[in-house]
């Protein structure tokens, strides 16, 4: 199966992982165009040296067998940015029969599932109107998609670029 090739081959590794990337982001043909090279082999490390490649697509896999959680309502304040080249695209009027309290909606012009990465500033922005408009308990969603670890780290790190060049301005 592919999880054996994801723990087993460090080439297969980087391959699916990089294959990613070429999909799922707004990076006109190839990833590198988008994310750097040191970045992308990064990410390739975060799964390969911890031998989570194979749990890590077990995950989606997963994700799509239950309908019941995917479809379930969403209560807390929640925002959306739809970045372009996001893999799933939800309508607005899809998202407001589930999101139950959408307070931020935003269709933006560049950018694609990895969009901290591939945007930080915009990105930031809209974490940041979503946090305006929903409060603090506000839900930010990119793209349909709840934000997950790598892409808190890459915020936290834009986060922490910008106040460091506001302060030396």
């Known amino acids: 199966t592919l999880g054996y090739g994801l723990v087993d081959s460090p080439a297969a590794q980087a391959a699916w992982v990089v294959e990613k990337f070429f999909a799922w982001t707004d990076c ?6 988008t994310i750097a090279r040191d970045v992308l082999l990064d990410n390739v490390m975060l799964y390969w040296v911890p031998g989570t490649g194979a749990s ?8 799509f067998n239950d309908l019941a959680v995917a479809l379930a309502p969403v209560e807390v304040p929640s925002g959306v940015s739809m970045f372009p080249k996001e893999i799933f ?3 607005r009027r899809w998202a407001e029969g589930r999101l139950k ?7 933006l012009d560049r950018g694609g599932h990895f969009a901290a990465l591939e ?6 922005d809209e974490v940041g109107m979503t ?6 308990s506000g839900l930010a969603i990119t793209g349909g998609v709840l934000i997950g670890l790598g892409v808190l780290l890459s915020l936290a790190i834009t986060i922490w670029n910008r106040i460091f060049k506001m302060g030396r301005t």
């Open 101 to 107: 309290d959408l307070r931020h909606w935003n269709e």
């Open 131 to 136: 946090q305006t408009t929903g409060g603090d």
């Open 89 to 91: 695209r939800p309508s």
């Open 28 to 33: 006109d043909g190839h990833p590198e165009n």
């Open 56 to 63: 890590s697509a077990r995950l989606y896999w997963e994700s």
């Open 119 to 124: 945007q930080p500033d915009t990105y930031v």
